[in-house]
């Protein structure tokens, strides 16, 4: 079944035999922390991971009835299925299909103003904070990290596409035009691995949006 309206790159960029693991003793973007706690008088420790909280956005261009989305790799999923042996059953390479995102890095940012940042270096869509409807908020990795990612909704057309995208640096993102008719097959697909997010923010706009 064809899901989306552009071809896409299926070949990895990943280099298998560069690969390897070592362990992590600081990061700029974790913190390993134990909590001690008493619950109903019984002393109990969870291990938990400092991370800091996301942005993600749901774009939809309305000419060509499509999400815009992307694909990525993601270390840990390779990790998974490479290192760790989980998932052995299925195609997994590493990349997922997500949400534009990113991380809440910027103290002097808004919320809304990182999320117009990561549309523009991932989508190469140029919109502003007006541009854009608050989803909801949820949180992921609760038993682990309890991060809270804050999702919004935005409508793109073409004179807002200025360039190219495909994130920023050394990032590797697709973009990808997934048709909003197939949308719910997609996310229902499990061999396209893909995060939690993108899932929920498609339903919401299916759901809101019946007669698009």
Not at 122 to 138: A, D, M, R, V, W
């Amino acid at each position: 079944m064809s899901y989306f309206k552009n071809a896409f790159n299926q070949k990895s960029l990943i280099d298998d035999s560069s690969v390897y693991l070592e362990p992590c003793s600081s990061s700029n973007f974790i913190e390993l922390k134990r909590m001690h706690y008493n619950e109903e008088n019984n002393k109990k420790t969870w291990d938990i991971i400092k991370s800091l909280d996301s942005v993600a956005v749901l774009l939809y261009e309305k000419e060509s009835d499509c999400f815009v989305i992307v694909k990525q790799f993601r270390p840990a999923i390779y990790a998974r299925h490479f290192h760790f042996k989980r998932d052995q059953d299925q195609n997994i390479d590493g990349y997922t299909y997500e949400l534009c995102a990113g991380l809440v890095d910027k103290a002097n940012k808004s919320l809304e103003e990182i999320a117009c940042e990561e549309a523009l270096e991932e989508c190469g869509y140029q919109i502003s904070p007006k541009n854009l409807e608050t989803i909801g908020q949820f949180y992921s990795a609760t038993g682990l990290s309890g991060s809270l990612q804050t999702l919004y909704y935005a409508e793109v057309c073409a004179h807002l596409k200025v360039s190219k995208g495909g994130g920023i640096d050394t990032e590797k993102i697709e973009v990808l035009f997934l048709k909003r008719s197939k949308a719910l097959d997609f996310i229902t697909d499990f061999q396209y691995p893909k995060t939690t997010g993108l899932s929920l923010a498609i339903l919401w706009h299916l759901k809101k949006f019946k007669n698009v």
